[in-house]
């Protein structure tokens, strides 16, 4: 039985995300981007099957009664040998430069066998009761493809309620004082100081930021969301795609909130870290379609940070986000997270604006 302060399954987390995201970025480096499609239409990269498959490893290791909520399946590596000796070459070197961080993990997985059937056991349909874990090896995956934002994610569940949040963002800069930009982190690479960064939350124990690194877990720092006296000063970001979330309805809104800096357009939950460490303030994720639903692994760690961090998160009818309704965001539409003070304002400003087209 896990302690109620989450220490163990924090630092597992932190951990297996660590190790994930120098998979991925050995993925990017290599050049090896393997790159399938869905049904979906969404881009498939090795890196996804790779870190997937190190988080889950980690997560069996020291849970293994854990129910896992993950986006890929291993169908499309049983059904290409190409790809899947591919994806199973990186899985079986990937480490960190740490021995006890290693055990702490479980050790390197043992065949490529046991690499897809890791991969399958994210197959857990969620809901309201257990201890869930809910995973995105690579969140942006479009984003990391062209050398942008992207983000390892990683929250834990507990009957419905987000516990712990992890967020590996690789191409974000390492300082918290670095405001938010168009462009931020396209010229990330592994010279010091751009190596990356981890952002983590528990409930009710506030958030942190740290280096990523090689081997063992860096020092941390407390995070916060930036005391925002008038919301016409605000940096609000937003998705690089416009089938994700409503840019024409972000400008309206901003607009009428007085805010006259252009939106920065990021991929990725690293949306959720950014003004939660306080490089911007607001987030806007607003519906494209009606029949749009959000998953649970493009949001649970995030939340958790950024609520953690000063912040609130809700819907676009100002609801708290709803993780026990399954692999979805069922009851909610949209995303709206901003600092306290200030998120009934935003509220206000966004049922003003989708109202009026109804």
Known sequence: MASPSYEHELNVALLAVQRATHLTKSVFHQNAKGTLNKSDASPVTIGDFGAQALIIAALQHNFPDDKIVAEEEAKDLRDNTQLRELVWGLVKDAKLDDEAAERTLGGSIKSADSML?????????????????????????????????????????????????????????????????????????????????????????????????????????????????????????????????SQGDAAAIAKKLGITKPSVRMDSQAKYGSIARGAGDLYLRLPVRADYVEKIWDHAAGDLIV????????????????????????????????????????????????????
């Not at 869930?132 to 690579?138: G, K, L, M, S, T």
């Not at 690479?189 to 528990?202: N, P, Q, Y």
């Not at 961090?309 to 708290?320: L, N, S």
Request: some cysteine; charged content about 25%; hydrophobic content about 35%.
């Open 117 to 245: 059937d890791l991969i399958d056991k994210g197959d857990s349909q969620g809901g309201s009761k257990g201890r869930i874990w809910a995973i995105d090896p690579i969140d942006g995956t479009k984003g990391f493809l062209r050398g942008g934002q992207y983000a390892v994610c990683l929250g834990l569940m507990v009957d419905g309620d987000v516990k712990v949040g992890v967020l590996g963002c690789p191409n974000l800069p390492v300082s918290d004082s670095e405001p938010l930009k168009e462009g931020i982190g396209a010229d990330a690479s592994d010279e010091a100081g751009k190596f990356g960064i981890l952002f983590s939350a528990v409930q009710s124990a506030g958030a942190q930021s740290r280096p990523l690194g090689p081997g063992a877990l860096k020092p941390a720092s407390t995070i916060a969301m930036k005391p925002l006296s008038n919301i016409s000063d605000a940096t609000f970001c937003e998705s690089v795609e416009a089938g994700h979330s």
């Open 307 to 358: 609520r953690e961090a000063g912040g609130q998160v809700t819907d676009t009818e100002g609801k708290r986000l709803d993780f026990s309704h399954g692999r979805t965001l069922l009851q909610n539409k949209g995303v709206i997270a901003a600092p306290r003070d200030v998120h009934g304002e935003v509220i206000r400003a966004v049922k003003e604006v989708l109202g009026a087209k109804k």
